[in-house]
């Protein structure tokens, strides 16, 4: 048991929050709850610090609901978008509400009985039988246009360079997202809604719509996280090859763990406290070591460790660790061969390749290094680097008696060439 607010203060969590708050969650165990909008059918890095706010809400005593919002997802957020999102069909629609949904469930524990158990909803659940008419007379009553228009996500839309503008569909948004926080404060008794700081329009819209659909008898309460961002203001969350997937067949643990070893420093002091539940002190410490070492790169290790293992398991970290090792020369032909195929390739990504037949099985070794593999420039340049015993075949040195074979085929179908410590080649055998 902790102080909810006050762990997240220190961890810089904390943008917004309505009067109140506070007193609130002093006061008694609250029930509070997270959206997330099914744009895809798993969540990326971006989707993790609300997924850990909702664990350290459990953490402090208190009761998290996830909505995943298949109502919603159907409309499109306008918040931050200068541009009207693609309508998705309902199969796809499905399949990402599913995907999500088993997201989720890896962080936070549905089954638990206990009577803070977290609680997983969807609001198309009680939005697919309420009419047009219904929602226009008992919600699109309560809120002027005057008070929707005055909104950051519409301003800007309406003021965008583009001249797209806002189509009345994404213009109810905010109505649906504030129908939501009334349902379930009715229905479940939730009184707080969490989200990141894009959200507070959405968020307080939600509070005002309680507040006029209850006579103004309410105790309804919001609160935003900053939006994460790399030091130099970028957005945070993607590589050169995209999203970093929480999805282990969507960005490999491999790749997933060196993302968080490669953060620069100064990203690296905040997002250890944003991204992991070690504990201020020991925070303190690692940034204090790191610091007097920065070569040793402590935070980033700490960090990879750390969201790794939340993520994917120790297991997965493990094989990440050693897969990281492969390109230092501390691996073996062995090690090389555990590798799953995706993070073989991760690991060499960019090392130059060349597709063959099996009857590259059949050729002198000369020959093998040279015009067959398209390693080497010529016959003589392999006979010299076997000479000074500097060629390796899946890390393990050769001599000229060497005979490769179908038995050294990494996930049968790769062999690694390699000349001295860092030229590489990779033989794809089809």
């Known amino acids: 048991m902790y102080n909810f607010l006050e762990e997240l203060q220190w961890r810089g969590l904390i943008q917004d929050t309505t009067p109140g708050l506070e007193e609130q969650l002093n006061k008694e165990k609250t029930t509070g709850y997270i959206g997330f909008d099914p744009t895809a059918d798993s969540l990326h890095i971006g989707s993790l610090v609300p997924i850990l706010i909702l664990m350290h809400y459990r953490k402090a005593g208190h009761k998290p609901v996830a909505l995943v919002g298949g109502a919603t997802g159907m409309i499109g957020d306008p918040t931050g978008k200068s541009d009207e999102r693609n309508l998705l069909d309902e199969e ?5 509400v599913e995907g999500i949904k088993n997201v989720l469930s890896r962080f936070l524990d549905f089954d638990a009985t206990d009577e803070n158990a977290p ?10 039988d309420f009419s047009f008419i219904d929602f226009v007379r008992d919600v699109g009553k309560r809120i002027t246009v005057n008070y929707m228009m005055a909104k950051d996500s519409v301003k800007k839309r309406l003021s965008g360079e583009s001249g797209v503008g806002m189509s009345f569909t994404e213009f109810t948004y905010q109505l649906i997202q504030g129908y939501d926080f009334h349902h379930l404060y009715h229905d479940m008794g939730v009184k707080f809604q969490m989200g990141g700081s894009d959200q507070w329009g959405n968020m307080t819209t939600g509070t005002e719509l309680i507040r006029r659909m209850s006579d103004g008898k309410t105790e309804a309460f919001a609160m935003t996280c900053p939006l994460v961002t790399k030091a130099d203001g970028t957005k945070f969350g993607k590589s050169e090859g995209g999203n970093i997937w929480l999805d282990a067949d969507k960005t490999s643990v491999y790749t997933f763990y060196q ?3 490669n ?3 100064e990203d690296a002091e905040r997002f250890i406290k944003f991204y992991t539940f070690l504990d201020k002190e020991t925070i303190e410490k690692l940034t204090a070591e790191h610091k007097e070492e920065p070569h040793r790169r402590i935070l980033q290790n700490a960090l990879a460790d750390s969201v790794t293992t939340l993520v994917h398991g120790e297991e997965e970290l493990e094989l990440a660790k050693k897969a990281s090792q ?22 060499f990504e960019g090392v130059s390749q060349q597709e063959v037949g099996e ?25 010299r680097a076997l000479k000074e015993n500097s060629i390796s075949i899946n890390k393990d040195k050769i001599n000229d008696d060497y005979k490769p074979s179908k038995e050294d085929l990494i996930a049968g179908k790769y062999l690694l060439l390699q000349r001295g410590k860092k030229n590489y080649h990779i033989v794809i055998v089809k």
């Open 92 to 96: 796809t629609l499905a399949k990402n």
């Open 119 to 128: 609680v997983l909803v969807n609001n198309y659940d009680w939005m697919k």
């Open 259 to 261: 993302f968080w070893l």
């Open 263 to 265: 953060v620069a420093d």
């Open 326 to 347: 492969i390109l230092f020369g501390k691996s073996t032909s062995e090690d090389l061969k555990n590798l799953n195929e995706q993070t073989f390739l991760d690991v």
């Open 359 to 383: 009857d590259i099985f059949e050729l002198e070794l000369l020959d093998f290094l040279s015009e067959g593999s398209g390693f080497l420039a010529s016959k003589g340049e392999a006979r």
